[in-house]
Every structure is written in structure tokens, then in C-alpha cells.
């Protein structure tokens, strides 16, 4: 999986909204009289509160977490093939990401939440950097 391409998309879609937010401040103050003052200035802050509730919302809950997992995909990777004992439902955070426990065998691994993993019992091969699973195969 490309994580640095994901990570990208996910910052220009804090980028663009931004972008347009000043676009439109600019443009208030072009337009601006005293005639019309009040309303460019409402245009002005509820455009400036909007992108910023957006951008909060969207970096911490899609930026940050696809930032970590380019991180961890720069990482040297190693495989690991194995039965999975048992997957828990209650996730957990490590490496700063909401993640769930894998067992195989003796090893425990952190699967980042949302990644498809295989059922308990059946065999399957994993990509992993720094006790993550980046990737699941087979």
C-alpha cells in the first residue's frame, strides 16, 4: 500500500479548503464598503470558523493517523507468517494509533483499526514495521 500517497491527499484536503477560506477573505476585503461592512465581515468569520472546525476534525481524526503509518512505512519492514490465534475487539493505542492486538503464537502485533484482517484460526502473512501491520496477505 502507498501510505505516502494517501498521506499527501489527506493534507492537500486540509490545503484546498484553506486556500479557498483566504480566497474569500481576500475577496470580502476587496469588495468591502461601509455599506456593506457588516455583511463581509459575517462572510469573513463564519468562512474563518467553518475551515478551521473542518481542518481540526480532519487533521487529527485522517491526517495524523495516515502521517504515522507513512512513517512506519519508511521503516525496514520485516514478514511474518503465522496462524492467528485471536484478534481483540477492544482497541488500544501504540505508536500513536488506534489499533487492535493480533496474536500469533507467542507474538503479539497492532493492527492500525479498519485494516481487514484474517479470522482467528487461519493463516495469513504480514507485513510488519515496528510491531505493526502494515500489510496482510493470504
Known amino acids: 500500500m502507498d501510505y505516502k500517497k494517501t498521506y499527501i491527499h489527506a493534507v492537500l484536503r486540509c490545503v484546498i479548503p484553506a486556500a479557498l477560506t483566504a480566497i474569500i477573505n481576500i475577496v470580502c476585503l476587496v469588495l468591502r464598503t461601509d455599506a456593506n461592512h457588516n455583511w463581509m465581515l459575517i462572510i469573513n468569520l463564519m468562512t474563518d470558523w467553518i475551515c478551521g472546525v473542518f481542518l481540526v476534525y480532519f487533521t487529527s481524526c485522517y491526517v495524523l ?46 493492527a492500525p483499526a479498519g485494516l481487514s484482517l484474517p479470522k482467528a484460526g487461519e493463516n495469513a502473512t504480514f507485513s510488519v514495521a515496528g510491531n505493526v501491520i502494515l500489510e496482510v496477505t493470504g
Open 65 to 110: 493517523p495516515r502521517k504515522e503509518l507513512y512513517r512506519l512505512s519508511r521503516r525496514r519492514r520485516e514478514e511474518v507468517q503465522g496462524i492467528v490465534d485471536r484478534v481483540d475487539q477492544q482497541s488500544v493505542r501504540y505508536e500513536r494509533l488506534t489499533c487492535v492486538a493480533v496474536y500469533i503464537g507467542q507474538r503479539q502485533l497492532f
